[in-house]
């Protein structure tokens, strides 16, 4: 997907359309509920914590799911322009999240959805464990392995 941008901005304030692409993201069509968890604002980047839920009769029902969006923002030349991305697509971003936000998304995503999100945590050191990990069988269980990147260039420790 590309760059959206909301050229009619004329007596808006920067804060009225991040309230506008707060609101917009989490529009879902088809009955499905989107809760914006939690959203931290940097002057290029826009993090969110999204949880879909599912309603009765859709093919997902009681799998409700919960993402990281990861929207690159650009506020140049009197415009706002949004590029939504998440972070199983390994975006790369010119403001990582506080260490604060780092730890919401452990929290409500401890596990990284994909290599790609491996890679985008690992490179702001954001701590995650692999999906793999949480789908052994029950009698192969192993306590999940937290990986948090070093501040030495990018090492993963094993905790």
Not at 5 to 18: A, G, K, P, T, V
Not at 37 to 56: D, M, N, Q, V
Not at 60 to 70: I, K, N, P
Not at 94 to 109: M, Q, V
Request: aromatic residues 10%.
């Amino acid at each position: 997907m590309g760059w959206l941008y909301n050229r009619n901005i004329h007596r808006r304030s920067i804060d009225d359309l991040r309230k506008q692409h707060e609101q917009e993201a989490v529009e879902y069509t088809g009955g499905i509920k989107a809760r914006l968890l939690a959203s931290e604002w940097h002057s290029r980047t826009w993090y969110a914590i999204i949880r879909l839920e599912y309603p009765a009769g859709h093919e997902r029902f009681g799998q409700d799911t919960t993402f990281l969006a990861v929207d690159l923002i650009d506020t140049a030349n009197g415009q706002f322009g949004c590029k939504s991305l998440s972070e199983d697509m390994g975006p790369y971003v010119e403001n990582p999240p506080s260490e604060k936000f780092k730890k919401y998304i452990f929290k409500h995503i401890p596990e990284a959805p994909g290599k790609d999100a491996e890679n985008f945590r690992t490179r702001h050191g954001i701590k995650f464990t692999r999906l793999s990990e949480k789908l052994l069988p029950l009698d192969c269980q192993v306590k999940p392995t937290i990986h948090v990147a070093a501040e030495d260039g990018g090492t993963i420790h094993h905790l």
